[in-house]
């Protein structure tokens, strides 16, 4: 029986796209929540100023490849590189404020309670 | 209010290790299991012949840098390098064939809907 698996690596632009990419990896519902782990591509987007994520769910943010940096609302920028990871609690805001537009930015997330729509329900979407 | 946060490449080791090492980076409790998030940090290491993992729920791995082998139940070996990602469905037995024993390997594990022991509870363990 195959598995959702792929390489987060693979087929990366060779210049800027026009939006920032997301990509659900695989999803798996709970009674509390899904637990959603996506792919988000960057080529030099940010948030647009005065925007802020404000989520009523737990993300973990990795960057795999690439450069950004990011905003707690009541922090300084913090400039993240390889390896670089946070969790970012339910209710914190945040924000992308710049990504490089050199090269790709490739990030894991891990979106942990996340509300289910109900299209979204089951798990092993692959991308 | 700092949030937990690391780098996934930092304080990797110049030679080998005596074991793997495995680090919980965060952790979150849910009615349905934790979903907690390792660094495992592998210089060689493999899983002892004819012994398999056999959890009872979902693990999703990345290898971030490195090479290793890994093996489910009923597949030949899958060769994994950076960006290589898969889920492994709660109940598929799998053990680690081959860790690249000349450099670290860095994976990161989300393992969801964990059992959560009485001691573990809580969240924003760092490391």
């Known amino acids: 029986m195959s598995v959702p698996a792929g390489n987060l690596l693979a087929g990366l632009p060779s210049g800027s796209l026009p939006d920032e990419l997301f990509t659900t990896l695989t999803e798996t519902a709970a009674s509390t929540g899904a637990v959603r782990i996506e792919r988000i591509l960057s080529t030099g987007q940010a948030s647009p100023e005065g ?4 989520q009523g ?27 670089d990871w946070l969790m970012i609690p339910a209710g914190r805001r945040h924000r992308v404020a710049w990504t490089d537009p050199t090269a790709p930015t ?22």
């Open 51 to 54: 925007f802020w994520y404000d």
């Open 57 to 83: 769910w737990d993300e973990f943010v990795l960057v795999v490849q690439g450069a950004a940096r990011l905003q707690l609302d009541g922090e300084a920028e913090r400039t993240l590189g390889p390896g």
């Open 106 to 127: 490739v990030w894991l997330a891990v979106h942990i309670g996340e509300p289910i729509p109900p299209k979204k329900m089951g798990r092993g979407q692959n991308a």
